[in-house]
C-alpha cells in the first residue's frame, strides 16, 4: 500500500447508540493530522495483519482530532470485537490513509440514503452542504431508534428524515428518489440490500447511477477468467527479490503470504482497497469493485487479493 503509517492515540471513546463506538484519534505528540474531505475513510491496524476500514465521521478541517465510529457486528471476523472489546481509551493503534473513494461531487440537490452505520460517511457530506446554498433531503433508517448513532448531530428540520424500521417501516426508496428533481446527486452507504434497492430505484427512473459506499459485499465473489486472461501467471516482487507463480486456484495476495512477505490486507474480496499495490510491469485483469475507470487504464496499481494478470509476467513494487 503506498499510503504510510502514523501511529494515533485513541483520546476518546463514545457510546453513541445500541452497538455503535465513536473513537477519538489524536496523535501522540499533540501533532497535527492531515485534513480530509468528505467521504473519506481510513485504515486502522487493530492488530498486527488486522486492518479494517472506518469511514471519517467527524469535521475534515479539524487537524488535531479523527473520529470514526464501529459498530459491533454479530458475526464479526475479529475487527468490530477488538474496537469494542479490547481496544480502550489511552491506547495506541497506527492508521493508514486517509484515502476518498467516495467523494462528494457538486450539484445543486443532493439526496442522501444511509442505513446503520452508513450513516458516518453521509454525516459530514450532510455538514458539508449544509453550508452551501443547495437543495439537499437525507433518508437515514435504521432498525430501531435506539440503534442509529449521530441523531443529536443531525439537524431535525424537513430536510432530514429518520426512519426507524420498528417505528415506520421500511425506507420508501422508490418515493424519495421520485421527489428529486431528474439531475440530483443520490448518494447511498449502508447494507448491501440497501444499496441494490437504491441502484435498482434509480435504475428504474432512468436516473444516474447513486453514489455508493459498501463496507461488505454480500458474499465472496469468484469471477470467471476471461479468455484472454492467464490462468497461470509469474509475478516478480521488486523489492523482495522474489519470482513466484500464480496458479488458477491462488490469488496474488495469498501467494506472496505464502512466500512470506507482507502485504496488507482486510476484506479480500476486492472493495476495501487495503491491498492497492504499485504495477512496475505487466497488464493487469481488475476484479476489484475499489478503483475508479481512470486508475485501472493508467495500469499503475491493482488489488491483489483479486485481481489477475491478463501478460504472462507481471512485476509488483512489493
Same mark, same amino acid.
Given at each position: 500500500?503506498?499510503?504510510?503509517?502514523?501511529?494515533?492515540?485513541?483520546?476518546?471513546?463514545?457510546?453513541?447508540?445500541?452497538?455503535?463506538?465513536?473513537?477519538?484519534?489524536?496523535?501522540?505528540?499533540?501533532?497535527?493530522?492531515?485534513?480530509?474531505?468528505?467521504?473519506?475513510?481510513?485504515?486502522?491496524?487493530?492488530?498486527?495483519?488486522?486492518?479494517?476500514?472506518?469511514?471519517?465521521?467527524?469535521?475534515?478541517?479539524?487537524?488535531?482530532?479523527?473520529?470514526?465510529?464501529?459498530?459491533?457486528?454479530?458475526?464479526?471476523?475479529?475487527?468490530?470485537?477488538?474496537?469494542?472489546?479490547?481496544?480502550?481509551?489511552?491506547?495506541?493503534?497506527?492508521?493508514?490513509?486517509?484515502?476518498?473513494?467516495?467523494?462528494?461531487?457538486? &450539484?445543486?440537490?443532493?439526496?442522501?440514503?444511509?442505513?446503520?452505520?452508513?450513516?458516518?460517511?453521509?454525516?459530514?457530506?450532510?455538514?458539508?452542504?449544509?453550508?452551501?446554498?443547495?437543495?439537499?433531503?437525507?433518508?437515514?433508517?435504521?432498525?430501531?431508534?435506539?440503534?442509529?448513532?449521530?441523531?443529536?448531530?443531525?439537524?431535525?428540520?424537513?430536510?432530514?428524515?429518520?426512519?426507524?424500521?420498528?417505528?415506520?417501516?421500511?425506507?420508501?426508496?422508490?418515493?424519495?428518489? !421520485?421527489?428529486?428533481?431528474?439531475?440530483? &446527486?443520490?448518494?447511498?452507504?449502508?447494507?448491501?440490500?440497501?444499496?441494490?434497492?437504491?441502484?435498482? &430505484?434509480?435504475?428504474? !427512473?432512468?436516473?444516474?447511477?447513486?453514489?455508493?459506499?459498501?463496507?461488505?459485499?454480500?458474499? &465472496?465473489?469468484?469471477?470467471?477468467?476471461? !479468455?484472454?486472461?492467464?490462468?497461470?501467471?509469474?509475478?516478480?516482487?521488486?523489492?523482495?527479490?522474489?519470482?513466484?507463480?500464480?496458479?488458477?486456484?491462488?490469488?496474488?495476495?495469498?501467494?506472496?503470504?505464502?512466500?512470506?512477505?507482507?502485504?496488507?490486507?482486510?476484506?479480500?474480496?476486492?472493495?476495501?482497497?487495503?491491498?492497492?499495490?504499485?504495477?512496475?510491469?505487466?497488464?493487469?485483469?481488475?476484479?476489484?469493485?475499489?478503483?475508479?475507470?481512470?486508475?485501472?487504464?493508467?495500469?499503475?496499481?491493482?488489488?491483489?487479493?483479486?485481481?489477475?494478470?491478463?501478460?504472462?509476467?507481471?512485476?509488483?513494487?512489493?
Amino acid at each position: 500500500m503506498a499510503d504510510s503509517s502514523r501511529s494515533l492515540v485513541i483520546r476518546e471513546m463514545v457510546l453513541e447508540a445500541d452497538g455503535v463506538l465513536s473513537l477519538e484519534l489524536v496523535d501522540p505528540s499533540g501533532g497535527s493530522l492531515p485534513s480530509w474531505e468528505a467521504g473519506a475513510h481510513i485504515d486502522l491496524e487493530i492488530a498486527p495483519q488486522l486492518l479494517r476500514q472506518y469511514s471519517l465521521c467527524g469535521q475534515p478541517h479539524d487537524v488535531h482530532r479523527w473520529r470514526i465510529a464501529v459498530l459491533e457486528e454479530p458475526n464479526s471476523s475479529g475487527g468490530s470485537w477488538a474496537v469494542h472489546h479490547v481496544l480502550h481509551a489511552g491506547d495506541n493503534v497506527r492508521a493508514l490513509g486517509p484515502r476518498n473513494n467516495f467523494p462528494l461531487t457538486v &450539484a445543486k440537490n443532493y439526496l442522501f440514503i444511509a442505513g446503520g452505520i452508513g450513516i458516518t460517511p453521509i454525516l459530514p457530506m450532510v455538514r458539508e452542504v449544509t453550508s452551501r446554498d443547495v437543495e439537499w433531503h437525507l433518508l437515514y433508517g435504521g432498525r430501531r431508534r435506539a440503534s442509529m448513532a449521530f441523531l443529536d448531530e443531525l439537524a431535525t428540520t424537513e430536510q432530514v428524515e429518520v426512519v426507524p424500521e420498528d417505528e415506520f417501516g421500511l425506507l420508501d426508496i422508490k418515493g424519495a428518489i !421520485a421527489g428529486t428533481p431528474a439531475d440530483t &446527486a443520490v448518494y447511498c452507504c449502508g447494507p448491501e440490500p440497501l444499496i441494490a434497492a437504491v441502484e435498482a &430505484a434509480c435504475a428504474a !427512473a432512468e436516473r444516474q447511477p447513486p453514489h455508493t459506499e459498501r463496507f461488505k459485499l454480500a458474499a &465472496a465473489r469468484t469471477p470467471e477468467l476471461p !479468455a484472454d486472461g492467464q490462468d497461470e501467471f509469474e509475478v516478480v516482487l521488486a523489492r523482495s527479490g522474489l519470482t513466484l507463480r500464480v496458479p488458477p486456484d491462488k490469488s496474488v495476495l495469498e501467494v506472496v503470504e505464502d512466500a512470506g512477505v507482507v502485504a496488507f490486507s482486510s476484506c479480500r474480496e476486492g472493495y476495501c482497497g487495503c491491498c492497492e499495490t504499485d504495477i512496475l510491469e505487466g497488464e493487469v485483469d481488475h476484479r476489484d469493485d475499489y478503483l475508479f475507470e481512470k486508475d485501472r487504464a493508467s495500469g499503475k496499481k491493482m488489488m491483489i487479493c483479486v485481481s489477475r494478470s491478463r501478460s504472462p509476467r507481471l512485476v509488483l513494487d512489493l
